[in-house]
């Protein structure tokens, strides 16, 4: 008979498929890393072997954890130790290595064995990260030769929270990288570019610009325009002074492939100059930010970037709008039934007249085929809130649904007002449901004989009359939804909040009331809003 102790063991340990998936998980999520060398009290992270530590459970997991080389593979030049480095490689096999010496300082790779060591397997190196060009260059055999990576996917080049001190100025300087690698599909660059030859396979391009002394705008347009076949496009220019090139004019490139652009610039003109040759399909994501806090645009001028994307703003997919405020204006307009992964269009800016920005945007797109609209922070100030909801509520005439949220509960009333007014229809005349979520229950208000919650909830009743006074039936709304936080719970009278709700349930000024409000206390630091500004 076999062993009774050896039967019950074996019979509790666990099959070798689901120890594969535990330390495919746990490579996933604790990763072995080296602490940086260079500590600090916000940054600074212990040395830990991560998943590795699984090999020591016993006889059997250590079989299987060798038997995985794809993890070790990801974990080659993770810790600054030869021996680390040759066992690591030598369990990888023949897989393709991930090289990550992002936290590793010039000083200490410099003259360093392991650098000998990965030299020889540059030709299964499938992922490359170097923080710096400095470690960058050590890999290359004589400093002159280009890098020669045949199987290299992915490349990134700075674009890293850490950069060891004293290597920080390796990056202020712009180059073009020496590479050979024909297989590249992705690459996130800092201050530098990649030959031609390399890019031509490109799907993915992340370039970040901090220099004066960056390409020109015609190298950077020849660049991108070698990257034919891009799907991502992603750069931010930061630098505020920035001369166009005298006398160039721009040639289309075409990005028949593209899907997704993020920009990212300090003015306006800077975005104009980047994505102006740029030619795409019109089903693509595209993202526009101005960084700079310079002046802002004059007031009456027709925003530069409304013409420069007329093709893709006056598309027939967008249905949606969302508005936002929490770091300068940001305006989304987008497909619903698509979850902003195709048709999208945002401008993020802290330049423009925020109220003739928003006045003059029906203008620029098909307004009369959005069906939703979002503001998910106050925006404007008290005596602008009526003139842009008037435009946007005499152009958007297709609009059923409308969600305010994020505001203190006084700003909030100003734009539901707004919904009351207009001849000879009332703002957004096919309106039928109304959502209120998140406010915060303070301010001012301006009738002392009035609560917050009286006033609130007078000016709902009295946009919800008059909009049945206008047009009758028609203009009933057909859902009130009241959900989220609402933060400030001590300063409401809940009594009047429950009998307003009945009030407005009795009247039939809606066919439907849904109301999932939690309350909270404010925060001690917590102050009444007395007025608000803002850019």
Known sequence: MPDRSNTERDKSELPIDIIKVIFDHAAAIDPPQRSPPHRSFYSYTPSTLGWITLTHVCANWRNVGLSMPTLWAAIAAVFLNTSAVNTFLARAGSCPLTIDLTKHPLGELRGHTMISCLRKHLSQVSVLEVGTFGVYDLLRADGEAPLSTPALYKIRVGHTAYIPSGDESDLNRFRILQLNATE?????????????????GLRELRLK??????????DLHDFIRCCSQLETLDIAFTCPRAEPDAGYRAREIPLNNLKRAVLSAYS???????????????DIVLDLSCTGTGPTMPPNAVPALFTLCAAQLLSTHYDAIELTAHHGLKITIYQLSTQRVCHSWALSTVQHNRVHLLSVLPRHIRAELIRSLSLDSTLLQSDQISHVF?????AMTGLTDLKLGGMNQWPASLYIRALGRGRPTPAFRALQRLTITDMELGGKSLDRERSHAQYWWDALHEALIARLCTGGEAFRLRRLVLDGTWLGVELWDLGHDQEALRKISSLWLTQEVVDTRTYARSSPQWKPLSSFTYQ
Request: with cysteine.
């Open 184 to 200: 590249l599909r992705s690459a996130t660059l800092t201050n530098a570019i990649l030959p031609s030859d390399c890019v031509r």
């Open 209 to 218: 610009l901090t220099q004066h002394h960056s390409p020109s705008l015609s």
């Open 268 to 282: 306006q003109e800077q975005l104009c100059q980047i994505w102006g040759p740029i030619v795409g399909c019109d």
């Open 390 to 394: 008037r435009a946007f509520g005499s």
